[in-house]
C-alpha cells in the first residue's frame, strides 16, 4: 500500500495498537482496533507455538495489545506473537540474571523434550527434565513445571529452560538441612530406594542413608530382597552421621524387637531343653536353644568329666540337651550345662541300681526262707 493510503488509515508497519476479538475463523482472527477497517490476525501470528485453531488462544471479547505486520489497501495485519515476544525477552533477560524460579505450562512433547511457551517458544531438553531417566514423556503434557533459564540467546531466538535445576537445588537445600538437623540415636521412617549386596538406601525425607545389610534384620541376612523391597516404608535408627562426606548410616535392627525381647518368659533357670551346637572356641560351646539365641555351655560344664578341649565330645551342628543355669536379658547371656543332665541322670541310675538291688535281696532272702522251710517239713 502507498504512503498516502497509510496515512489515511493512520496507521503503519511497527505501530502498536489495542484490540478487541471480534471473530474467530478457522485460520484467523478479527480485531476491532478503532480504525476503518478489521484487522487481522492470520493463525500463525497468534502464538509463538504450533496450534490447530485460534480457539486454543484467543476468544470472542478478548482485548489484545498487537504489533502492525503489513498494511495492504484497505487490510492491515496484526501480529499477537510479535508483541508477546518483545514483552517476553525483556522479562526473560531479567530473570536470567536475577536466576528466578518460575512456573511453565508444557504445550507441546516432541522427539528430544518438551516445548513451552513463556511470550516465545522454549525448550527443555529431555536431559534437563529430571534427575532421573524417563523414557517417555507423553504424561508431560500440559503438566506445570518449576524452571529456571540457563541459555537464553535473544538472536538465535533460543531459550533452554531446566526443570531438573530447580529440582536439584530442592534437594540439595533439603539434604543440607537434614544434615545439619539429624543426630545418631533419631528414629526416623524412610522408603526403600536402592537394593545393593552390600545393603539398602533408604530416603529419609530428601537425603538417602545407608543400612547396611548386617542392620537389616536380627537374624542372618543373605540378600537384603529377603526382607524388604524396593519402596518400601520402614523404620530406622541412626547410626552415625558424617557431615564432612554427606553419609548417614541407618539401622533397621535396631528398631525392630529382638530376639532377647521376652527371653526371660521363654527360658528360665533350671530348664531342660534341646539345643543345636553352633560354635566351638576354646573355652566352651555356644548352643541354639532358640532362633537366634545362643547360650554358652562352658568347657567346664560339657562333660562330667575333665576334657581339654570341646572338641574331644562335641561337634558344630550337633544336637544336644542343655539345661538352663542362668539367663540374663540385659546382657544377652545364657548360661548352659550339659555336665549337670550328666551328672542327674547317673544318679538317677544309682537310685534305680540300688532300688533294684535292694529288690533282689529282698527276693533272694524270701528264695532262701521258702527252701528252709521245705527242709525243715
Request: aromatic share 6%.
Given at each position: 500500500?502507498s504512503?498516502?493510503?497509510?496515512?489515511?488509515?493512520?496507521?503503519?508497519?511497527g505501530?502498536?495498537?489495542?484490540?478487541?476479538?471480534?471473530?474467530i475463523?478457522?485460520?484467523?482472527?478479527?480485531?476491532?482496533?478503532?480504525?476503518?477497517?478489521?484487522?487481522?490476525?492470520?493463525?500463525?501470528?497468534?502464538?509463538?507455538?504450533?496450534?490447530?485453531t485460534?480457539?486454543?488462544?484467543?476468544q470472542?471479547?478478548?482485548?489484545?495489545?498487537l504489533?502492525?505486520?503489513?498494511?495492504?489497501?484497505?487490510?492491515?495485519?496484526?501480529?499477537?506473537?510479535?508483541?508477546?515476544?518483545?514483552?517476553?525477552?525483556?522479562?526473560?533477560?531479567?530473570?536470567?540474571?536475577?536466576g528466578?524460579?518460575f512456573?511453565?505450562?508444557?504445550?507441546?512433547?516432541?522427539?528430544?523434550?518438551?516445548?513451552?511457551?513463556?511470550?516465545?517458544?522454549?525448550?527443555?531438553?529431555?536431559?534437563?527434565?529430571?534427575?532421573?531417566?524417563?523414557?517417555d514423556?507423553?504424561?508431560?503434557?500440559?503438566?506445570?513445571?518449576?524452571?529456571?533459564?540457563?541459555?537464553?540467546?535473544?538472536?538465535?531466538?533460543?531459550?533452554?529452560?531446566?526443570?531438573?535445576?530447580?529440582?536439584?537445588?530442592?534437594?540439595?537445600?533439603k539434604?543440607?538441612?537434614?544434615?545439619?538437623?539429624?543426630?545418631?540415636?533419631?528414629?526416623?521412617?524412610?522408603?526403600?530406594?536402592?537394593?545393593?549386596?552390600?545393603?539398602?538406601?533408604v530416603?529419609?525425607?530428601g537425603?538417602?542413608?545407608?543400612?547396611?545389610?548386617?542392620?537389616?534384620?536380627?537374624?542372618?541376612?543373605?540378600?537384603?530382597?529377603?526382607v524388604?523391597?524396593?519402596?518400601?516404608?520402614?523404620?530406622?535408627?541412626?547410626?552415625?552421621?558424617?557431615?564432612?562426606?554427606?553419609?548417614?548410616?541407618?539401622?533397621?535392627?535396631?528398631?525392630?524387637?529382638?530376639?532377647?525381647?521376652?527371653?526371660?518368659?521363654?527360658?528360665?533357670?533350671?530348664?531342660?531343653?534341646?539345643?543345636?551346637?553352633?560354635?566351638?572356641?576354646?573355652?566352651?560351646?555356644?548352643?541354639?536353644?532358640?532362633?537366634?539365641?545362643?547360650?554358652?555351655?562352658?568347657?567346664?560344664?560339657?562333660?562330667?568329666r575333665?576334657?581339654?578341649t570341646?572338641?574331644?565330645?562335641?561337634?558344630?551342628?550337633?544336637?544336644?540337651?542343655?539345661?538352663?543355669?542362668?539367663?540374663?536379658?540385659?546382657?544377652?547371656?545364657?548360661?548352659?550345662?550339659?555336665?549337670?543332665i550328666e551328672?542327674?541322670?547317673?544318679a538317677?541310675?544309682?537310685?534305680?541300681?540300688?532300688?533294684?538291688?535292694e529288690?533282689?535281696?529282698?527276693?533272694?532272702?524270701?528264695?532262701?526262707?521258702?527252701?528252709?522251710?521245705?527242709?525243715?517239713?
Amino acid at each position: 500500500m502507498s504512503e498516502t493510503n497509510q496515512e489515511n488509515l493512520n496507521v503503519n508497519v511497527g505501530d502498536t495498537v489495542t484490540g478487541t476479538v471480534v471473530k474467530i475463523e478457522d485460520n484467523h482472527v478479527l480485531v476491532d482496533f478503532g480504525f476503518k477497517t478489521e484487522g487481522i490476525i492470520p493463525i500463525s501470528e497468534l502464538s509463538n507455538l504450533h496450534i490447530e485453531t485460534p480457539h486454543e488462544v484467543v476468544q470472542v471479547g478478548d482485548e489484545l495489545t498487537l504489533s502492525i505486520k503489513k498494511v495492504e489497501d484497505d487490510e492491515v495485519v496484526l501480529s499477537k506473537k510479535t508483541v508477546d515476544r518483545e514483552l517476553a525477552w525483556g522479562e526473560l533477560e531479567e530473570k536470567f540474571e536475577r536466576g528466578d524460579v518460575f512456573d511453565v505450562q508444557v504445550k507441546e512433547v516432541v522427539k528430544g523434550g518438551l516445548v513451552v511457551d513463556i511470550g516465545v517458544r522454549a525448550f527443555i531438553p529431555a536431559s534437563l527434565v529430571e534427575t532421573y531417566f524417563v523414557d517417555d514423556f507423553a504424561s508431560y503434557q500440559d503438566r506445570t513445571l518449576s524452571v529456571k533459564i540457563t541459555e537464553l540467546d535473544k538472536e538465535q531466538h533460543r531459550v533452554i529452560l531446566s526443570h531438573r535445576a530447580v529440582v536439584e537445588a530442592e534437594q540439595a537445600s533439603k539434604k543440607n538441612q537434614i544434615l545439619q538437623s539429624i543426630e545418631v540415636g533419631q528414629v526416623l521412617e524412610g522408603t526403600v530406594q536402592r537394593i545393593t549386596d552390600f545393603g539398602v538406601f533408604v530416603d529419609i525425607g530428601g537425603m538417602d542413608g545407608l543400612v547396611h545389610i548386617s542392620q537389616l534384620s536380627h537374624e542372618h541376612v543373605s540378600n537384603a530382597t529377603e526382607v524388604v523391597s524396593e519402596g518400601d516404608k520402614v523404620k530406622v535408627e541412626v547410626l552415625s552421621v558424617d557431615r564432612d562426606n554427606e553419609r548417614i548410616s541407618l539401622s533397621r535392627k535396631k528398631v525392630l524387637p529382638g530376639p532377647w525381647e521376652n527371653i526371660e518368659d521363654q527360658i528360665k533357670p533350671g530348664q531342660v531343653v534341646e539345643g543345636t551346637v553352633k560354635r566351638l572356641v576354646n573355652f566352651g560351646a555356644f548352643v541354639e536353644v532358640l532362633p537366634n539365641i545362643e547360650g554358652l555351655v562352658h568347657i567346664s560344664q560339657i562333660a562330667n568329666r575333665h576334657i581339654s578341649t570341646p572338641q574331644e565330645v562335641l561337634e558344630v551342628g550337633q544336637q544336644v540337651t542343655v539345661k538352663v543355669l542362668d539367663v540374663s536379658k540385659s546382657d544377652e547371656r545364657i548360661s548352659l550345662s550339659i555336665r549337670e543332665i550328666e551328672q542327674e541322670q547317673e544318679a538317677k541310675e544309682f537310685k534305680q541300681y540300688e532300688k533294684d538291688e535292694e529288690q533282689s535281696s529282698f527276693q533272694f532272702g524270701d528264695l532262701i526262707g521258702d527252701k528252709l522251710n521245705k527242709f525243715k517239713q
